[in-house]
């Protein structure tokens, strides 16, 4: 576990081939099938009782939740321009 930091997503397994990842597996042998990524988000009494209520800055617990699982999600979005094309990276 981390110190330091509010919230942090953690890649434990990766069995995706073919985009420049490397292949592994941190995941323990009872654990086979197991998420790819786990979300810390620490001591549970450090967000407010509505997941929807905004602290910490701009947060709110759903989107501090959200943005720690869209680590690995962002890096796969798809987009369409202007043309109708698709493109894998970020507009803008």
Request: charged content about 25%.
């Amino acid at each position: 576990m981390k110190t330091g930091v509010f919230a942090y997503e953690q890649t434990v397994r990766n069995g995706t081939q073919g985009i420049g990842d490397t292949l592994f597996d941190l995941t323990a042998p009872t654990e086979r099938g197991a998420p790819r990524e786990r979300a810390n988000m620490d001591y549970i009494g450090k967000y407010p009782d509505d997941p929807e209520r905004v602290f910490n800055g701009e947060d709110s617990s759903l989107g501090v939740l959200a943005h720690e699982v869209g680590h690995r999600l962002a890096g796969a979005a798809l987009f369409k321009d202007v043309r109708s094309a698709v493109a894998s990276c970020w507009p803008g």
